[in-house]
Structures are given as structure tokens and as C-alpha cells.
């Protein structure tokens, strides 16, 4: 008797399994290049275009600096010569080795003064870039959700990334399951009409 009690408890846990395996909904994947949205994306390319437009000033900053270090230099060394010229009296050349030696200080301060603005300005125009970046990519990743529930999906997958062994995550996929046009198309939808055009890499503030 206690046999066929465990028996019929046995077959009814595996009946019990089975129906919450078919209630389980169907698995559907969708793929999506998040890469190609967030370079596709309107504000993506305003974003750049604002950091090439601040980069491009802090050069000209940078460049201004380098040219009054330049004038000292140029004075440091006409200093230098009236320090050496023994067409003058001791007293002179005195002051001039004096003002030389003050003007070789200012100069070293200046050149510490453009290596630090470089580094700062470097550092907070790379930070405000990665700032920007994560905020859309929030966006982005909002809108991905969005779509992938309007389609019933169970699964996104991002294939704009390689794996670890340098191979793309997706190897093949339908086309009918990307959704990654359907996210440009949505991300773009208010897309002012004066943005600008797609951006290219940018460069780093010139070294001193």
C-alpha cells in the first residue's frame, strides 16, 4: 500500500513539473547594435560635435600660453647676452644676470602652468565625454526595452561587442530579429532639424 502512495505522489511532482514547463512562455530572442544606435543617435553627434568645438578652444588656450612662454624665453636669453656683454659696467651686467635668473623662474612656472592646464582640461573634457556617453546609452537601452516588449521578446542580445577570444558575441542571426534600426528610427524621432552631421573620431589635446 505505502508503494502505491509513493508512486502516485511521484507521478504527480512530474505532472506538476510538466505543466509549469509548458506554461513557461516560448523563448524569443531579438539582437540589437547598440554601437551603431548610440553613433546613429542625434544627440550622440551634438555631444561630439560640442567636444571638438571645446577641444579646439582649449588648444587655441594652450597655444596662446606656449607663445607667451616663448616671449619669456626670448627675453630670458636677451638677458643672458647683457649678463656676458663686457662692453658693460659690472653693476649692469649684475641686474641683467639678476633679472635673467628671475626671468628663468617665471619661466619654468609658466611651463608648469601649461602642463597642468593640458592635464586638467584633458581630464575634464574625457570625463564630460563619459559622462554624455553613459546618459544616452540609458536612453538608448530604454528604448531597446521598450521595443523588445512591444514585440514579446524574452531575450536582447547586443551584438556590437566582441567576446573574450575577440570573435563577435552573435555569430549568425536573422535579420528579422534585429531591432536595431527600429531603435535609430525611435531614438532619432525628435531630431531637430538643424543637428549636425554624423561626427568623426575626434583628437586629444595637442601634447606640451
Request: aromatic share 4%; hydrophobic share 40%.
Amino acid at each position: 500500500m505505502n508503494k502505491i502512495i509513493r508512486t502516485l505522489l511521484t507521478l504527480a511532482a512530474l505532472a506538476t513539473g510538466s505543466t509549469a514547463l509548458l506554461a513557461q512562455p516560448a523563448l524569443k530572442l531579438i539582437t540589437v547594435d547598440v554601437a551603431k544606435a548610440y553613433d546613429s543617435y542625434y544627440k550622440a553627434e551634438e555631444g561630439m560635435a560640442k567636444f571638438r568645438d571645446a577641444q579646439q578652444k582649449a588648444q587655441e588656450q594652450a597655444e596662446e600660453l606656449r607663445k607667451q612662454g616663448q616671449t619669456m624665453v626670448d627675453e630670458y636669453k636677451e638677458l643672458g647676452e647683457q649678463a656676458k656683454n663686457t662692453l658693460l659696467n659690472a653693476e649692469a651686467r649684475t641686474k641683467a644676470e639678476q633679472a635673467a635668473q628671475k626671468k628663468l623662474e617665471d619661466i619654468q612656472r609658466k611651463q608648469a602652468d601649461l602642463q597642468n592646464f593640458i592635464q586638467s582640461t584633458e581630464r575634464s573634457l574625457q570625463q564630460q565625454m563619459f559622462t554624455r556617453r553613459e546618459l544616452l546609452l540609458e536612453e538608448i537601452t530604454k528604448t531597446v526595452n521598450e521595443i523588445a516588449k512591444r514585440k514579446g521578446a524574452t531575450l536582447v542580445i547586443d551584438k556590437s561587442g566582441p567576446s573574450s577570444f575577440r570573435i563577435p558575441v552573435v555569430l549568425f542571426a536573422d535579420p528579422g530579429y534585429d531591432i536595431t534600426e527600429e531603435v535609430v528610427t525611435e531614438i532619432n524621432k525628435d531630431r531637430p532639424a538643424t543637428a549636425p552631421a554624423a561626427a568623426t573620431p575626434a583628437t586629444k589635446p595637442a601634447a606640451a
